[in-house]
């Protein structure tokens, strides 16, 4: 299972004071030499963490795989051909948001979502979809010509006891269709060092997106500290 790391909130930190430090690449090029065999980013229409400018210094600096989260809009499909990632990941995007709140309803935009991927497939980029453990999504995605999907973690992540258990379960089912369909499967949000576990264990997932307790271990232990332990785990 690969690990790829998001270092949004390093941009967040060099944010609070608008200035130059943390440097996003550098936590980029430290999570890559720790193991890291990704490196995700958010791009946000109000680019209130990530810029333009984040990516293209990544785009140059890092030898792994550059996934870029961002919404269906012309201004992200323009961001995606001038940068070229490696990997975009469609999610919804609401204004005033802490930070992502649950997956792209790809059955309700089919028309947009189709129409945006195939922009994509002609720029040679790949498409992974952010979506909740649904089968009628994963179905969707694959409708609209999308690689990868990403499945949701955060109801899992947030569960206790029974309820967790329960959420397992609907990730376990999602992964299993969405391979069975042909799509390459990943999951993220709201993984941490102790709730990844079982996920790692699912065998249909092959890559996994984790940011924020990454980086929240990285403040006390060092980028390079945090994203081993993360390895070791998977």
């Known amino acids: 299972m690969r690990l790829a790391v998001n270092i949004d909130h390093i941009a967040t930190l060099r944010e609070a004071r ?16 720790a193991g890291a ?6 791009l946000r229409s109000d680019r209130r963490h990530i810029k333009e400018r984040d990516l293209e210094m990544l785009r140059r600096a890092i030898s792994t795989k550059l ?18 990632p490696d990997q975009v ?9 802490l930070t992502t709140e649950g ?18 497939q002609r720029a040679g980029i790949r498409v992974s ?26 109801r899992y992540a947030e569960a206790r006891g029974a309820t967790a258990a329960a959420e397992l379960a609907r990730i376990v089912e999602t992964a299993r269709l969405a391979a069975d369909r042909r799509l390459e499967v990943l999951a993220g949000h709201g993984l941490n060092y102790s709730n990844v576990i079982a996920i790692a264990a699912i065998s249909e997932i092959v890559e996994l997106n984790i940011g924020h307790s990454i ?7 060092g980028m390079d500290r945090a994203v081993r332990d993360m390895v070791a785990l998977l």
């Open 18 to 33: 608008q200035g130059h430090d943390p440097e996003p690449v550098a936590a980029a090029l430290l999570a890559e030499m």
């Open 37 to 42: 065999e990704g490196i995700t980013v958010h």
């Open 67 to 84: 996934n870029v989260e961002m919404a269906v809009t012309a201004d992200m499909a323009r961001v995606a051909q001038n940068i070229d």
């Open 89 to 97: 990941t469609l999610v919804p995007e609401r204004p005033q948001e």
């Open 103 to 120: 997956g792209l309803d790809v059955a309700a935009q089919k028309s947009a979502v189709t129409d945006f991927v195939r922009e994509m």
């Open 129 to 154: 979809i952010f979506l909740d453990p649904d089968a009628d999504q994963v179905r969707a995605a694959e409708a609209v010509g999308a690689h990868a999907v990403e499945i949701n973690t955060g």
């Open 215 to 221: 980086v929240a271990r990285a403040a006390l232990v």
